[in-house]
């Protein structure tokens, strides 16, 4: 068989000649014959044939230089630290072209790497992962920001939050007018901090009155009275705000739920009423019948328009009570407080109007027709209920909180006569927490337990016996734990208390009220009656010495002083005037 080209030979010897390595290559110094000869230069010619033949496969230089430029660098630097997202293949994945060029399909089973769903795939878990770190990072958001947001939002002329304002009277720096424990510390504190979360959660201003005004006004026997004068301050100092809540302290947000708009002045027209007489606990003749007077202050509903509703109150079971009412910035009150803070008001009634401010209002009413053309009333329970015990023992479905309609807001009237202000709030606080709780905390009821008044919070009873030592020797007949009545020196460490909050490093405040219990939990009306017990018993004990057998007709008047301290459930005038009488007695 003949071809157009000799076979290659091998040179003899040496085998097989390699066209990229000349003869003796092994030789560190080639020789000199072997430097150009015939058989070189036919080598290269071949070998020099077969690389231009490859650059032409290529079709592209072998070697271009790289150093494009400073971007060019830059660019390729930040692209090399990006992750590559690339599809896992293996060797087996190479397969040469076929003699039309094209690369061979293997049938059956797809390999790895080369099936025609994989890049799909590799596409849909890239996006299911940024799917899975956009919803994490908005959980997250609305964990941590989305309460913000709503606040602020509701802060904005958007959401009105602005145009209503809470005015909290307190009294931050001590007693003012009476002696402060640390049951009333628990009670202003609580009671601040559940309006100012309320304020917070709707966008809301909340104004806390320090009570030190009463001091501005005692001289003037309207030492109560100081509710006017604040309104007036508050209204200038909120210029933009249109509504303005007065909340006594003695009151608890039971609903944080329900914002002002939506429970109250959203629907006025629906849940108010003009006409006293729907519900008129004062008797107050209604309407006005004077033939001067115009049409609409002879309406015994006004002019009809809510908006010409300017004040909201609430009555109760003695009439107008002001534990928490509205009033609206307007003309009209401006002019009802100029009247209200008049002094002829108040100069020849203090002695007669117990409930001071309000007996002035309820005057202002009955008198002045103007007043009743824009004064409405809430329902009591609307934002003014009561709990058992204020107007009755409970159960009045018009006047006492109930749970089940989940009333707004309860006010412990009335609580500092007979009742325990702390724990009639602790209850309610606690109720509140129950009936709102949070849907993991419903979710897992073990996560909530509903905690009770504790013991240690309720005022303890006084055992009221005569500890005078004439009376009865030191140390017999008495137990180790037997109640004593307060001694001078216990007294006069009551009287210089300081006016600051009492606070401990890493002690709950509420037990810090249970920690001083012993020491604060007179209040003021068992303090004063324990101490004119306690004198009048030394008056008598020194009286039962000093008479002998003749005690029983000497002694009488205090005796029967005594045992009047002892069953007196209020004890009215002062210590040193009952002290001086007697003395003299």
């Known amino acids: 068989m003949s071809s157009g080209s000799p076979s290659p030979r091998p040179d003899g010897g040496r085998g097989w000649s390699t066209p990229s390595l000349t003869p003796h290559s092994g030789r560190s110094t080639p020789r000199s014959s072997e430097l150009l000869t015939p058989a070189s230069v036919s080598s290269n010619i071949s070998w020099a044939s077969a690389k231009a033949k490859s650059e032409e496969i290529r079709g592209y230089p072998s070697f271009a230089t790289r150093n494009n430029g400073f971007f060019s660098r830059s660019k390729r630097q930040i692209s090399a630290t990006l992750p590559r997202w690339r599809s896992p293949s293996g060797y087996d994945d190479y397969a040469e072209k076929d003699e039309k060029g094209a690369y061979p399909y293997y049938g059956g089973a797809p ?10 795939r590799s596409v849909l878990r890239r996006k299911r992962m940024r799917l899975v770190v956009v919803l994490l990072l908005g959980l997250v958001g609305y964990l941590y920001l989305w309460s ?7 802060r904005s002329p958007f959401g009105n939050g602005r145009k209503f304002v809470i005015v909290l009277e307190s009294n931050i720096e001590g007693g003012v007018m009476e002696l402060k424990g640390a049951r009333e510390w628990a009670v202003e504190r609580n009671s ?3 309006k100012a979360a309320y304020a917070q959660r709707w966008g809301y201003d909340l104004e806390i009155v320090n009570m030190l005004a009463k001091k501005r006004y005692s001289h003037e026997w309207r030492e109560g009275w100081e509710k006017v004068d604040i309104l007036r301050e508050t209204m200038g100092k909120y210029p933009h705000a249109e509504w303005f809540w007065w909340i006594d302290l003695n009151t608890w947000v039971m609903e944080g739920s329900y914002s002002l708009q939506d429970h109250l002045f959203d629907r006025l027209s629906d ?3 003009r006409d006293i007489n729907v519900y008129n606990p004062l008797n107050i003749s209604h309407p006005p019948t004077e033939p001067y007077l115009d049409e609409v202050s002879r309406s015994a509903t006004g002019d009809g328009d809510v908006s010409s509703i300017n004040m909201v109150l609430t009555q109760d079971c003695g009439g107008f009570n002001l534990g928490s009412f509205f009033l609206r910035r307007s003309l009209w009150s401006e002019r009802l407080l100029d009247s209200w803070w008049d002094p002829i008001l108040y ?17 202002l009413y009955i008198s002045q027709p103007w007043v009743r053309s824009s004064t409405a009333f809430l329902p009591q329970r609307y934002a003014n209920a009561f709990p058992p015990g204020a107007c009755g023992a409970g159960g009045d479905p018009e006047v006492h909180y109930s749970e089940a309609e989940r009333d707004f807001v309860v006010n412990m009237a009335g609580c500092k006569f007979g009742r325990d202000c702390w724990a009639e709030m602790h209850e309610y606080r606690e109720l509140s927490k129950e009936l709102n709780r949070t849907w993991w905390e419903l979710v897992m009821p073990s996560s909530y337990t509903r905690r ?3 013991a240690a919070l309720n005022p303890p009873t006084l055992d009221l016996t005569l500890t005078s030592p004439y009376l009865k020797p030191k140390n017999k007949g008495r137990r180790k ?18 006016t600051v909050a009492p606070t401990y490093d890493g002690v709950d405040f509420e037990d810090n009220v249970a920690v001083h219990n012993a020491r604060d939990a007179i209040i003021r009306e068992q303090w ?42 209020k004890i009215k005038g002062y210590l040193g005037q009952e002290k001086n009488v007697f003395e003299k007695a």
Not at 148 to 154: D, G, L, N, P, T
Request: hydrophobic share 30%; net charge positive.
């Open 111 to 120: 390999r790895r790497g080369c099936s025609p769903f994989g890049s799909g």
């Open 481 to 498: 734990n037997e109640r004593k009545m307060p001694t001078p020196e216990s007294a006069a460490f009551l009287a210089k208390k300081p």
């Open 148 to 154: 913000a947001i709503v606040e602020r939002y509701r």
């Open 528 to 569: 004063v009656r324990s101490m004119m017990s306690r004198l009048v018993g030394e008056e008598l004990g020194k009286c039962y010495h000093r008479e002998g057998v003749n005690h029983m007709e000497k002694c009488g008047v205090l005796r029967e002083k005594y045992f009047e301290l002892l069953s007196e459930r």
């Open 271 to 273: 849940i108010t009423y």
């Open 347 to 363: 100069e020849q009634k203090h002695m007669q109007w117990e409930h001071k401010e309000q007996d002035a209002l309820e005057n």
């Open 192 to 194: 601040i901090a559940n």
């Open 452 to 454: 009770t008044t504790r």
